[in-house]
């Protein structure tokens, strides 16, 4: 060791101390705005079939304007969780539930109420079903991000179920627009089952790392 506590020329040089390790930042908590949109949106959906099958007009008015504030916490549960960073497990797993809820018991009662065909509903259902197992499957390799064939699909089905709640809308308007709504949400159906497969052909994320 040289005056002034300097290590001679070619010696190793003492590691700087460690810096303390910054604690990990806790997580969104489980009671936010973006889950409570998200709860209220499944609270709703019997409020929503009950109005529905009460009948007359006063209650199509009703389950109208449920529907409509539903399809609205839809649309504001992303977008306040992803600008908040309030996305939590729970989140991810109830908002397709929610979102699924609220398409279905629409089409299954409107149905059942004989206002629209079977098939309609039988199709746009399994649709939906099919994409939910299949992001399961591919869960491992990534997530599939949202097309604009997906968000056009599900504009259409809700203007289309509106339609059809709504009393006063010509049937030909009605049949028009869900017609549009079981197309695209055929395309993209069968668009989002190409890209699954397509991405579960590769190797799970961290799978190279682990080489």
């Not at 009948?55 to 992303?78: C, E, I, K, N, Q």
């Not at 591919?138 to 259409?156: C, H």
Request: hydrophobic share 55%.
């Amino acid at each position: 060791m040289l005056p002034g506590g300097e290590p001679p020329h070619g010696a190793a040089r003492p590691a700087p101390p460690a810096r303390p390790a910054r604690p990990a930042l806790p997580g969104p908590g489980l009671v936010n705005a973006a889950n409570a949109l998200t709860v209220l949106r499944l609270v709703l959906v019997p409020v929503f079939v009950a109005c529905l099958l009460a009948g007359g007009t006063g209650w199509r008015v009703a389950a109208f304007v449920v529907f409509g504030v539903a399809s609205v916490t839809d649309l504001l549960d992303g977008r306040i969780a992803r600008s908040r960073g309030l996305i939590t497990d729970f989140g991810k797993i109830a908002d397709p539930i929610a979102d699924k809820a609220l398409t279905g018991a629409a089409l299954v009662t409107l149905s059942a109420l004989g206002e629209l065909a079977w098939w309609v509903t039988v199709v746009i259902l399994v649709r939906e079903i099919s994409v939910t197992l299949l992001r399961f499957w591919v869960i491992r390799r990534g997530v599939i991000a949202a097309s604009r064939g997906g968000k056009l699909k599900t504009l259409l089905q809700v203007v289309a179920i509106a339609l059809y709640v709504l009393p006063g809308p010509p049937a030909a308007v009605r049949e028009v627009v869900m017609a549009a709504a079981v197309a695209v949400t055929v395309v993209t159906g069968i668009d989002y089952g190409v890209r699954a497969v397509r991405l579960h052909r590769r190797p799970p994320a961290g799978a190279g790392a682990a080489r």
